[in-house]
């Protein structure tokens, strides 16, 4: 860290009286701290201290474990779930909250033209969060490659396109309050943001650090720069599942880190915070302090993976045996992987994916009803012609908090 980026860390800035404000303290005015990001050495790991680096070693043996077994067993059920759960749950992180079910049904109706009715307004939120589910999708294959401005521009584009400028913010931005002087946390003013950025994109290409300790401290340096007026969580989140794709630890798949972190949002910010140190002295600490955090949350993550795994693989033994007794090139089988990236259809949709007639479509839904595989939605799709899979939406339902679990399929008969 050069002496100047040591000197431009916590700094006291003024806000000046403004007599138009509805808070008093604004109307004073007076001081706040901004914080001024240092830059980002090649290598960055000689901060990590030894304890941190054991916990990013068992991290490293987990995640080599779950990449592993994506790569050898690759299962479409299972590839969608992580998918679709991760995206979800990093939106709830951001307060954004919807049912799996919702969401499904907010992609259907991008699928489906034919939808129409009440019961398919107010899902404004749901069709948010398929932005994000875009750009963790898009985001893990951009990034394999080069890290640079465009790429990074896109993925933002994907979940914030109302506030994306093109570009870099050119506005201030602060967490918390209803001022520089009540907020929480003021990031860099944007002038700095293109060089900070420069900076976490050189490190990401060149640095040889070890990968966790990379995408650890990409992830806290991106937060702490906040590069746009809004999305910075949901956007830095696909930056680690893109780093870990193009380290080539988690090359069919993400790992299901949102939702482990919704678990406890506040710690998650509270480790954030700890790593914008306030002088060179404390840089080490700072910097061992997150990145072991950091392979803690990666180590939960895998555990979830495992059991996600498990019960995917659950999922298509089941289904498996439930359409045993159809041809194997009939409709009902080649439906099945259509269910799994698309757990909530109508027999138009089939009939488009499938590129069968109508009548067709509706035989194949009828057979997938009667077998147990597929069952009518309820609650307010009941009166719609909306079938859904609800094994994958109730394994969705347990990796997203606050949801009401969808009934357990009809058991097998014999």
């Known amino acids: ?65 779950v990449g592993e077994r994506l790569r050898q067993r690759p299962l479409a059920v299972l590839y969608a779930t992580l998918l679709r759960s991760e995206s979800i749950s990093s939106s709830w992180v951001e307060g954004l909250h919807e049912t799996p079910r919702n969401v499904m049904v907010a992609q259907l109706r991008d699928r489906d033209p034919g939808l129409a ?28 490659e080069t890290w640079v401005d465009s790429s990074i521009h896109h993925i933002h584009r994907l979940i914030a396109p109302r506030v994306h400028t093109g570009g870099y913010r050119d506005v201030d931005v602060q967490i918390g309050g209803s001022s520089k002087l009540t907020a929480s946390y003021v990031a860099p003013p944007p002038a700095e943001v293109p060089a900070l950025m420069a900076n976490l994109l050189h490190y990401a290409n060149h640095s040889p650090d070890n990968p966790l300790v990379k995408a650890a401290i990409l992830h806290a340096q991106y937060e702490t720069i906040h590069p746009y007026e809004d999305g910075n969580g949901r ?145 307010r799709f009941r009166r719609s012609e909306v079938y859904q899979a609800s094994a994958l939406l109730r394994m969705m339902d347990r990796l997203v908090p606050g949801v009401q679990p969808t009934a357990l399929p009809r058991v097998l008969p014999g």
């Open 117 to 144: 009715g009440h019961q398919f307004e107010r899902l404004g939120t749901a069709t948010g969060i398929l932005g994000n589910l875009d750009s963790v999708r898009e985001g893990v294959a951009l990034l394999r």
């Open 235 to 379: 956007s830095g989140r696909v930056l680690v599942h893109g780093y870990l794709a193009r380290a080539g630890l988690l090359d069919h798949g993400v790992l299901p880190l949102s939702v482990v972190l919704r678990q406890d949002v506040d710690g998650y910010v509270r480790e954030l915070t700890a790593f914008r140190h306030g002088d060179a002295a404390a840089r080490g600490e700072a910097v061992s302090g997150f990145v072991a955090w950091f392979a803690d949350l990666l180590l939960a993550s895998c555990e979830e993976a495992e059991r996600t795994a498990a019960e995917s693989e659950a999922v298509q033994r089941d289904w498996a045996d439930r359409v045993a007794g159809f041809r194997s090139d009939s409709g009902v089988h080649r439906a099945l992987p259509l269910l799994a990236e698309q757990p909530v259809v109508t027999a138009r949709y089939l009939a488009q994916a499938l590129d069968v007639s109508g009548v067709t479509a509706r035989t194949v839904v009828d057979r997938l009803v009667d077998v147990g595989v597929l069952e009518p939605s309820g609650g």
């Open 1 to 65: 860290m050069s002496e100047n980026d040591a000197q431009r860390l916590w700094v006291r800035e003024d806000q000046p009286p403004d007599l138009t404000a509805r808070r008093s303290a604004d109307r004073r005015g007076g001081h706040y701290l901004r914080y001024y990001p240092a830059h980002l050495d090649e290598r960055m790991a000689t901060s990590v201290d030894a304890a941190a680096m054991e916990v990013v070693s068992d991290a490293a043996a987990a995640v080599a474990a």
